[in-house]
């Protein structure tokens, strides 16, 4: 296979679809799923693209297999998410590789990983490989905002989705060191639960040289003190506690046996203390909040009358929803009104006890001998939930290797995918899929 040839075939369809704007708000995801279609078409796999709203589309290609297993599906999204423009070393949206990166909204999340998965399905039909199950690949609309145009409306109305055995999403990564050298292979099989509330607060405006008790924004921000200082119970999960079990053997020798059972090691408070103050590991660990949206007044000497708040929480899968709204009230006190205005549900995670993690796992060991593949509660919500919760066994993990300083690229300035990263990506899936779809 001549990976060199393929890796710059990629980075040129990369490049011409990160310069497609598909920001969303609004999305036009439809231009996306247009230029896939082409390229689909180039090499004669099917696909058909969907379209539930004016511009929000979505494309599903289908590479044929004989049907003796049943399908696997290669799911990304087309949307991306706003960038400042003017805090970029280059132009957000015009693709430009400098140093062996190339730099772009959506290089990372997710257009990448749409590209890397489309490339698979071209190798194998270039290959003519004989496959016993299908292989889908799924380009969504609107996974930044929700899902309500993307995979949500496709789970309900194209039904040849619900038939896949196996998905691979996005969400983890494998994991670097600040040298980057590869440390761990993180695969999302489970996820938190989103939980988003809005806060109101009322009170009486008037001219703000003339000071009341009853100023809604003073209101509010005394509520809003109590619930962000509130350090929520740790509470680790079996899958949790198997992630730190795994990767102790790389840790320090001082802390290693708490890492070998983390549950006793945040007994003890300095350790706990060290280990939480890590937010990935953190929000691993408890139900998180995150203030994220504060909204009140339109002139400096006016007192409004209302102010709003947003709070954005992420809870563990067997937190009571319930008695984690009763908290919050309560903090929040009797003066601010709260109402849910998003919601997941808690789905079980998806086993680790198939081919295709032994897939992984065996890719992992012939390329990076001393990484453990690692199940990985990802804090953040991707589309993968609306698949767990059809049956279908979905694991969440980028085929790129990422320090951590590289993630959080993610969302903000400067996001970029190295060249290196497009050819072993591509490389981890074709070898993966090879191996559970032959």
């Not at 899902?147 to 990564?173: C, D, H, Q, R, T």
């Not at 998180?288 to 409004?304: D, E, H, R, W, Y």
Request: glycine share 6%; aromatic share 8%; with cysteine.
């Amino acid at each position: 296979m001549d990976w060199n040839r393929l890796s710059d075939e990629a980075t040129r369809y990369l490049q011409d679809y990160i310069r497609i704007d598909t920001v969303n708000p609004p999305g036009n995801e439809v231009a996306g799923a247009r230029f896939l279609e082409k390229v689909f078409e180039k090499d004669s796999i099917p696909c058909e693209i969907f379209e539930p709203a004016p511009g929000r589309g979505s494309i599903l290609a289908t590479l044929k297999g004989s049907g003796e297993k049943r399908p696997l599906l290669l799911l990304s999204h087309i949307d991306v998410v706003p960038a400042e423009k003017t805090q970029w070393e280059v132009g957000a949206f015009e693709a430009i590789v400098k140093d062996g990166y190339l730099y772009g909204r959506g290089a990372l999340d997710d257009k990448s990983m749409g590209i890397v998965e489309m490339m698979v399905l071209l190798i194998l039909r270039r290959e003519k490989v004989s496959l016993k199950r299908d292989i889908l690949f799924l380009a969504a609309a609107d996974e930044e905002t929700g899902g309500k145009w993307g995979i949500e409306w496709l789970i309900e109305n194209v039904p040849s989705l619900k038939k896949a055995e196996y998905a691979f999403n996005e969400g983890s990564y494998v994991i670097c060191d600040e040298t980057g050298a590869p440390a761990r292979y993180e695969l999302s099989n489970g996820q938190k639960v989103l939980f988003q509330l809005k806060l109101k607060a009322k009170g009486t405006s008037g001219h703000a040289s003339m000071p009341t008790a009853d100023n809604p924004n003073v209101k509010l921000v005394r509520g809003l003190e109590s619930v962000t200082k509130w350090e929520t119970p740790l509470h680790v999960l079996p899958m949790v506690k198997e992630y730190f079990s795994k990767i102790a053997p790389k840790q320090p020798p001082e802390s290693r046996r708490y890492f070998e059972d983390v549950e006793k090691g945040l007994s003890h408070q300095d350790f706990a203390k060290e280990l939480t103050s890590n937010p990935i590991y953190n929000a691993m660990l408890r139900d998180t909040i995150s203030l994220t949206i504060l909204q009140a007044g339109t002139k400096v000497n006016v007192i409004p009358s209302e102010s709003t708040a947003t709070l954005d929480c992420r809870i563990l899968p067997d937190t009571s929803k319930a008695h984690f709204f009763k908290e919050i009230k309560k903090r929040l006190g009797d003066e601010i009104e709260i109402e849910v205005i998003s919601e997941g549900e808690a789905v079980p995670p998806s086993s680790l006890d198939t081919d295709l993690f032994k897939a992984i796992q065996k890719f992992a060991e012939r390329n990076d001998p001393d990484c453990p593949v690692v199940p990985h509660l990802l804090s953040g919500a991707t589309d993968g939930r609306f698949l767990r919760k059809q049956g279908i066994i979905v694991y969440d993990l980028c085929p790129f290797r990422l320090t951590a300083k590289e993630l959080l690229r993610i969302h903000g300035h400067n996001e970029r995918i190295s060249l290196e990263n497009l050819k072993f990506g591509m490389r981890f899936m074709t070898e993966v899929i090879r191996d559970v779809a032959t």
